[in-house]
């Protein structure tokens, strides 16, 4: 691959990184922390060269604020390349904030001279005002470095033949652009920047570099025209005035980057204005201008069924089209319309030498085969198949390109009348694609070989291929997508252990996914005997089964309610279990209120008997698990009417005891603490448990007296003579806590506790 076609691939890779939201982080640390300066500038490129429908109709900053701090800190790296676009890419914000933070940096005399220096870069190549009088502020800096490097942007900004002295800005440019409003002032560049390039054109003098900037600063302004406009006529004929009778032909392929924009908006919206703005576009299919015709293409696919009528003068356009990139947009406007007469064209630009057109024509292929209404005739699509067949086959064909076809495959073997064909044509070279080196094209051949063999395909995805074990999480994800679709209860185990190895979290979620699919509708004994092989698993990957055990729970209660359908109580008991095994593990106890209350309505011995063993389970010595078990008896046992017997009910009321004691004293360690707080969701806890232990002064009442009230507690629930040599932890010996209420003593203990229900 050339320098210049991996630096094509890259720069692309970074746009698609950056349309997408979740790899913003992984850029955003590229960005901060990498020490690879070409990968910070493949970045910065993608963000100075964002296109118009990236742009919101509002004309606000859409890029992330994440993004603004590290792009500043590229703006003053050593590499010069790297400071150059990382200023294009900031000059592309143009935020207020950026502008400010710009402004504020030249400003800055405490600044190194390189540091300021590209600050104006940045402002330089940003439109508005603002950052013009950012620069003219500057002809009055100490440096003369400074002074100069601001006449020279301002003479670029304002097209004067000379670097603008701090006279000339003050006297004759600062008056005029503060009387100007946005717009205006944005109109009165245009015209100046037209000017200008107009002159660069005619002399031969400006390099290529400065025309580029030139056109790309007349972009940014006419994008910023048009998203400050809300009232859609007024932008209807803003864009007439650009598209129509205009010379300049970069205005007119900005003002249909604004078109794309709008189209997608207003056909989202149902806006009326598209009608109008169809009738604006449609004249320039057969412009003389082959970026026009490829621009327009775009728009009407963008405004989707509202512009279905023009395919007929698309498809004579196409019939005609030389431009590679204007036939590749009218081919995928053409396959978004469905339009069946394209297809004869599209099998003819198969053979197209252009990579861009010959993926249009397979996508638009595929794409008419699978549809069901208009329909293909059959000799139609036999020719399709061979032909995409014949195109997969020839020498050097690019991955992208080789891509397409495999989905253009995949779209027909979807379809039940063509797979003898598809069969015939595409088995062996889906298997070849297989064992590609490239993902992409490895993950689009299981989903075509899994649509053409259906359950036939697993065994050779699995097994003969070794595709779970694949390096590519797509291809995994695909491969278990085919299971999903196409496998039965004997993959089960298959996809638990790839659960188990699996560190792609997309795919861990289709596997769990997949899963469930292949066990619905399963019986109760099924579910519950998968519940306990996942739950006797390693400890280690206990964790990665908790999802499916809930669900697989959910399914056994559900049955329950279903009409017709009976659980053994002994499953339902189960699966309770187990549910509360893993909310006792993940500290979830208001959840385990909820599940032990439904385990009461069962079986309440059982039920009591179950809480008290978790409750013995959980140290009290542990301030977290301390409230787990306070909570627990507080939302479980504290609303019961009635025991099984009185020694359970004694049972519990000691326990309560336990719990409110250790809840008191660890608020008097908190008090004893110079800074010490104590904790409010304690303090409410206790009163849950005993009724009597209410009226807590406020957290901010002097500490003498929150302290009192706590042993007053204390005292309310152990009536006894507080000696000298009391500790808190005497009040939790086995004395103080009677096993079993049989004496005189114990009815004391416990009479305060009965009366809390």
């Not at 990968?39 to 910065?44: L, M, P, V």
């Not at 806590?737 to 114990?746: F, K, Q, T, V, Y």
Request: charged content about 20%.
């Amino acid at each position: 691959m050339s320098d210049q076609a991996e630096a094509s691939v890259r720069l692309n890779q970074a746009r698609a990184l950056l349309s997408d939201s979740q790899a913003h982080p992984k850029l955003i640390e590229i960005l901060n922390k990498n020490n690879n300066t070409s990968a910070k500038i493949f970045i910065c490129r993608a963000i100075a060269s964002r296109s118009g429908e990236i742009l919101p109709l509002n004309g606000s900053q859409v890029l992330p604020e994440s993004f603004i701090d590290p792009l500043f800190k590229t703006l003053f790296s050593e590499n010069t390349e790297l400071s150059s676009w990382s200023a294009q890419a900031i000059a592309s914000c143009q935020s207020h904030p950026v502008v400010e933070r710009l402004r504020l940096l030249v400003a800055d005399e405490t600044q190194s001279l390189a540091y300021r220096s590209a600050g104006i870069s940045a402002l330089e190549l940003m439109t508005g005002k603002e950052p013009v009088l950012a620069l003219g502020a500057l002809l009055n800096d100490k440096d003369s470095q400074i002074q100069n490097r601001a006449a020279l942007s301002l003479a670029s900004i304002l097209g004067a033949s000379k670097p603008v002295t701090a006279e000339q800005f003050t006297n004759q440019y600062q008056p005029q652009i503060q009387k100007m409003d946005d717009t205006s002032y944005l109109r009165w560049q245009l015209v100046l920047k037209q000017k200008q390039l107009l002159k660069m054109q005619q002399t031969l003098q400006a390099s290529d570099t400065e025309i580029k900037n030139l056109r790309k600063w007349q972009q940014q302004a006419i994008l910023a025209d048009f998203n400050r406009l809300t009232d859609s006529p007024a932008k209807l004929e803003l864009l007439k005035k650009y598209l129509i009778d205009q010379p300049d032909e970069s205005l007119r392929i900005s003002a249909l980057l604004c078109a794309n924009t709008w189209c997608k908006a207003a056909n989202m919206q149902s806006d009326p204005i598209v009608q109008p703005l169809l009738e604006l576009l449609t004249g320039f299919i057969v412009d003389a201008n082959p970026k026009v015709r490829e621009l327009t293409a775009t728009a009407l696919g963008l405004l989707a069924e509202n512009a279905i009528l023009t395919a007929p003068a698309l498809l004579i356009q196409l019939t005609k089209e030389e431009n590679p990139q204007t036939q590749a947009a009218m081919l995928e406007t053409l396959g978004i319309f469905s339009h069946v007469p394209a297809a004869e064209q599209a099998l003819k630009l198969l053979d197209s030498p252009e990579p861009d057109v010959v993926v249009q024509a397979a996508r638009m292929l595929g794409k008419l085969c699978a549809a069901q209404s208009p329909p293909l005739q059959e000799g139609m699509v036999l020719q399709i198949t061979q032909a995409l067949a014949g195109s997969y086959q020839k020498p050097n064909v690019a991955v992208k390109v080789r891509q397409s076809l495999v989905e253009a495959m995949r779209k027909i073997s979807s379809q039940e009348k063509y797979k003898k064909s598809a069969s015939q044509y595409f088995n062996d070279l889906l298997h070849q694609a297989l064992q590609d080196k490239e993902p992409a094209l490895r993950s689009s051949a299981v989903y075509a070989i899994a649509n053409l063999l259906g359950p036939q395909s697993l065994a050779i995805l699995i097994e003969q291929n070794k595709l779970l074990d694949d390096s590519d999480a797509a291809v995994r994800f695909a491969v278990i997508e085919a299971i999903r679709n196409y496998g039965g209860k004997d993959l089960l185990p298959v996809l638990i252990q790839q659960l188990t190895k699996e560190t792609n979290t997309s795919a861990m979620d289709t596997i769990q996914d997949a899963f469930l699919h292949i066990l619905d509708n399963s019986k109760p004994e099924e579910y519950y005997q998968w519940i306990i092989d996942l739950q006797n698993a390693n400890e280690k990957v206990q964790p990665l089964h908790e999802r499916l055990i809930l669900v697989m729970l959910e399914k056994i209660r559900q049955l329950k309610n279903n009409e017709g359908q009976t659980v053994d109580p002994k499953y339902e008991m189960e699966a309770l279990s187990q549910l509360i095994r893993i909310y006792v593990r993940k500290g979830q106890y208001d959840t385990l209120i909820q599940t032990y209350t439904a385990m009461l309505a069962l079986d309440q011995a059982a039920g009591l008997a179950h809480l008290m063993q978790t409750c013995d389970q959980l140290d009290l010595n542990d301030d977290v698990q301390l409230m787990g078990v306070g909570t627990l008896l507080a939302g479980v046992i504290v609303p019961i009417q009635q025991f099984p017997s009185p020694e359970s009910k004694s049972q519990w009321d000691q326990r309560r005891l336990q719990v409110a004691l250790r809840l008191i004293e660890s608020q008097e360690k908190l008090l004893s603490l110079e800074t010490g707080k104590e904790n409010p969701q304690a303090i409410k806890l206790l009163s849950q448990l005993h009724k009597q232990l209410k009226d807590y002064p406020t957290l901010d009442a002097p500490i003498n007296q929150r302290r009192a009230k706590l042993q007053e507690f204390r005292t309310i629930l152990v009536p006894v003579p507080v000696t000298s040599d009391f500790r808190p932890m005497d009040s939790l010996r086995p004395e103080y806590i009677p096993r079993r209420a049989s004496n005189e003593d114990s009815i004391v203990l416990t009479m305060g506790m009965a009366s809390s229900n």
